[in-house]
């Protein structure tokens, strides 16, 4: 007898196919089983999706093989995937094997069978037991307290310092023992801080559960690596899972806990193929995931600065809250947060790059053998190189921006397009050899302390060890692998004295001696068009400030400091007194005026094209012909404008914001548009558009 089965398959982008296809088969299929089936000329994964659906007359092909010795996906599995498809207007084939590791896609049956006898044969390996963990701060076990008692979702809402983690540890730590079956997912947003939570977690769980009870999940693994993961989170034989957003997706069937740290980090969005909100997607999982299994699947989010929609979801459930919030605001070991100290740089003489009074503090903490770590959110040397006889200046040929100067290796560098190019001896323009840096960068930064630093010696060092050490962490001084490691090692080590950085070194890194953080220019984001800017540098300078004074001893002493010219803006004044409930609620009575998300709900619709007017005709004629689609009369829908930097790479792009006060018209509008985006792509003749996206819940607009 045949059966008919429905199989989800990736498809190329923007095929007119969207749904599972229809294939044939000599056995009854599980949905969620794994086969492979012919697609065209080749053979690809699939993954079956509905329950044995009707037999109909037409030919088709039979499904090639089935991958034995797996169980089929579950049903909340395939609802999540289902949900962030729709949710998020891609196809349901590109999110399905998407979630799924890469190199499950490239083996054939037998390869898989040699595959999983070799995963059997892997030994578990010892590991070493941590010391007791501490006991629960009052807080702590507050906050445990209620994630026991209480559903969720929760909001922990605890300042740099109050030890979160614990407090994810000892929930994971109930949920495994509560149940032999049960699995905890827990997520961070950067790899690079995967391996230091996954030292703690290894340190509590692997003496009891076994080291094989831990994997992690994220882009960073060889495809080897990720299958493995992949398959014990399946199988059920990792307890828990460590990740980054793609995790959301991991298979666990028995998942009782979900985590999300740093719940506020955009990096929990994707920002291309499936533009995914990982938290958001975290949340919806503990439902579906309690709605299948008919056992609560708590969700965690933690954060010191929670993002302004999470803060917003745990008001009090009187005022219509979703969320609980938990409070933790004190250090642990009655440690204080630093004192936060703002430099009018108006008083400051014009070009100003350190205030002395910046520098002196900076010096007097090296006397100490204190370390200090100074902030600025750009790297390279200069983002400009300009002409000082006329006005050329260092322009990217493909972009429409400018080529960073990198003094390092003497490069003029495309941050968008990654076009490089040496360093021109004279003016391309007029051939003048005066061509001279404008603004500042990291790698300048780091120039300027070592000089400001070249006759102070270190106490207590001799001859060339008298240097202060300066080390500049970012994107450009981490390029190889193991460098990041390596420049983190030594600042714990005390072989740096200041530190110089992005963003990248504010985030979660446990340096035990700095003791002065300094933001130098963070002025940027107080007028920026983007209306996340503000909350974006509110939670980076008090992550950054929670990284001063971690030692509970030297926690008093430390401080925070700020060069800005705006010393009496509010963010700053918020600042000062580590308040994030009134920057929070001040930032949201402005969205609320002003109508803006979480009070309303955004979409972006990007388009690439040859040109911009191009990509601007296709937004434009594509909006027109959905005036009459259903939810559009709920539906603001703003003209195409070009992107912040509208030529990337050549390619000239152009978006357009769709936005609603209810989430369903908005989805519903943006379900109906895709087909009119479509056709317009297809039959509205207008030449050169390359692709186009829908973004829904954009962060960046
Ligand atoms: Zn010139
Ligand atoms: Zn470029």
């Not at 086969?35 to 079956?48: C, F």
């Not at 088709?60 to 034995?68: D, F, G």
């Not at 896609?105 to 037998?110: F, G, Q, Y």
């Not at 030692?551 to 007194?577: C, I, K, N, Y």
Request: charge should be neutral.
């Amino acid at each position: 007898m045949l059966f008919t089965v429905s199989v989800v398959v990736q498809l190329p982008a923007h095929s007119a196919l969207a749904g599972p296809l229809s294939y044939s088969s000599d056995q009854a299929l599980e949905p969620g089983t794994l086969v492979r089936v012919p697609l065209g000329r080749r053979e690809t994964l699939g993954v079956v999706w509905d329950a044995a659906a009707q037999p109909d007359g037409a030919q088709l092909k039979p499904v090639a093989s089935v991958l034995e010795g797996i169980a089929p996906l579950g049903a909340a599995w395939r609802q999540l995937v289902g949900f962030a498809a729709g949710y998020y207007q891609r196809a349901l084939g590109e999110v399905a094997l998407a979630a799924l590791p890469p190199q499950l896609r490239e083996l054939d049956a037998a390869q898989w069978q040699r595959r999983l006898q070799r995963k059997s044969r892997k030994a578990a390996v010892a590991a070493a037991a941590e010391a007791p963990p501490p006991e629960p701060t009052e807080e702590q076990a507050q906050a445990l307290a209620r994630i026991q008692a209480e559903d969720g979702p929760f909001l922990l809402y605890g300042s740099t310092g109050s030890g979160k983690t614990e407090v994810y540890l000892r929930a994971v730590q109930e949920a495994l023992v509560a149940d032999p079956q049960a699995q905890a997912l827990v997520m961070v947003p950067e790899i690079n801080l995967t391996p230091q939570l996954e030292e703690r977690f290894v340190a509590r769980f692997a003496p009891a559960f076994g080291r094989h009870a831990l994997v992690s999940m994220h882009s960073g693994m060889t495809p080897a690596q990720r299958l493995a993961s992949w398959l014990a989170a399946h199988t059920g034989s990792a307890r828990i899972v460590l990740g980054t957003r793609m995790a959301v997706f991991a298979s666990m069937p028995g998942l009782r806990l979900i985590v999300v740290d740093e719940e506020h980090d955009p990096s929990y969005k994707q920002q291309e193929g499936a533009r995914y909100s990982a938290r958001d997607l975290a949340i919806y999982r503990g439902r579906l995931e309690s709605r299948h299994s008919g056992q609560p699947c708590r969700v965690l989010l933690g954060s010191a600065t929670p993002s302004l929609e999470s803060w917003h979801h745990s008001r009090p459930a009187a005022d219509g809250g979703k969320y609980q919030r938990l409070a933790m605001p004190s250090r642990v070991g009655a440690g204080r947060l630093p004192a936060v100290r703002l430099v009018d740089m108006g008083q400051q003489p014009r070009n100003t790059q350190l205030a002395p009074q910046l520098m002196a503090a900076i010096g007097a903490r090296i006397a100490r053998g204190e370390q200090a770590m100074l902030l600025l959110n750009r790297r390279g040397y200069a983002p400009v190189l300009a002409c000082g006889s006329c006005d050329w200046k260092s322009a990217c040929p493909h972009c429409s921006a400018y080529r960073v100067f990198h003094k390092v290796d003497r490069s003029l560098r495309c941050h968008h397009c990654g076009f490089a190019e040496r360093v021109p001896r004279a003016c391309p323009e007029c051939g003048d050899v005066d061509l001279a840096p404008v603004g500042r960068g990291t790698e300048r930064l780091e120039e300027h302390l070592t000089q400001l630093f070249e006759g102070i010696a270190r106490p207590g060092a001799e001859g060339e060890d008298r240097r202060v050490r300066v080390l500049r962490i970012d994107a450009d001084s981490t390029r190889h692998k193991g460098a990041l490691e390596e420049q983190l090692a030594q600042v714990h080590a005390g072989a740096v004295d200041v530190l110089v950085g992005t963003q990248m070194i504010a985030k979660g890194h446990d340096f035990r001696r700095i003791t002065l953080v300094a933001a130098v220019n963070p002025d940027g984001a107080l007028f920026s068009s983007d209306f996340r800017a503000p909350e974006r540098l509110f939670a980076l300078l008090m992550q950054a400030a929670g990284r001063a004074g971690r030692d509970a001893s030297q926690g008093a002493a430390s401080e925070m400091w700020v060069q800005t010219a705006h010393p009496q803006h509010a963010l700053f004044a918020a600042l000062r007194r580590h308040d994030y409930p009134a920057f929070a609620d001040g930032q949201l009575a402005e969205r609320m005026q002003a109508a803006m998300p979480p009070f309303s709900f955004q979409a972006l619709v990007r388009a690439d094209a040859r040109t911009q007017q191009a990509a601007q005709a296709f937004l434009t004629q594509a909006s027109s012909a959905a005036t009459e689609l259903p939810g559009a009369d709920q539906v603001l829908v703003y003209p195409a404008v070009p992107t912040a930097i509208q030529r990337v790479a050549n390619v000239e792009r152009a978006q357009m914001l769709i936005e609603s006060a209810s989430r369903s018209a908005l989805q519903q509008f943006l379900a109906a548009w895709q087909a009119v985006l479509h056709s317009t792509r297809r039959d509205g003749g207008i030449e050169g558009v390359l692709r186009w996206a829908i973004d829904v819940d954009p962060l960046m607009v």
